[in-house]
C-alpha cells in the first residue's frame, strides 16, 4: 500500500496559478499510473488528470485541457498538477491517487491509494 499527501492548495484570484504536490510514501510510485481527481460541495468526485507510470502518457478531462499540466518524478515519489488560468468553477477538494492499473486509467474505482485532500479555492 503507498501513502499518499497532497500539497499546495490554497486561495488564488480567477486567472492565477497554483501547483499541487503529491508525496508517497511506503512503496515507491514508479509502477503507479497516478491521478488527480477533485469533489466540489454537493458534487460526485470527478477526474482531473492522470499519467502512465513512466511518465510518457497522459490524459485529462477536458475541463482541465490547456490549462493543468500533471507530472510525476519517480526518483522523488512525487507527482504534480500545475493548474493555470485558474476558475472559480476549479474550487474543490484536490485528491491524489494511485493506481497499480496500466495505461491512463480516469475511473476512480481504479484507484486503490487516495491522499486526504488539499483544498483549492478559486475567488472571482
Known amino acids: 500500500q503507498v501513502q499518499l499527501v497532497e500539497s499546495g492548495g490554497g486561495l488564488v484570484q480567477a486567472g492565477g496559478s497554483l501547483r499541487l504536490s503529491c508525496a508517497a510514501s511506503?512503496?515507491?510510485?514508479?509502477?503507479?499510473?497516478m491521478g488527480w481527481f477533485r469533489q466540489a460541495p454537493g458534487k460526485e468526485r470527478e477526474f482531473v488528470a492522470v499519467i502512465s507510470w513512466s511518465g510518457s502518457s497522459t490524459y485529462y478531462a477536458d475541463s482541465a485541457k490547456g490549462r493543468f499540466t500533471i507530472s510525476r518524478d519517480n526518483a522523488k515519489n512525487m507527482v504534480y498538477l500545475q493548474m493555470n488560468s485558474l476558475k472559480p468553477e476549479d474550487t474543490a477538494v484536490y485528491y491524489c491517487a494511485a493506481s497499480r492499473l496500466g495505461g491512463v486509467p480516469t475511473l476512480s474505482v481504479a484507484f486503490g491509494s487516495w491522499g486526504q485532500g488539499t483544498q483549492v479555492t478559486v475567488s472571482s
Open positions: 511506503g512503496r515507491t510510485v514508479g509502477s503507479y499510473a
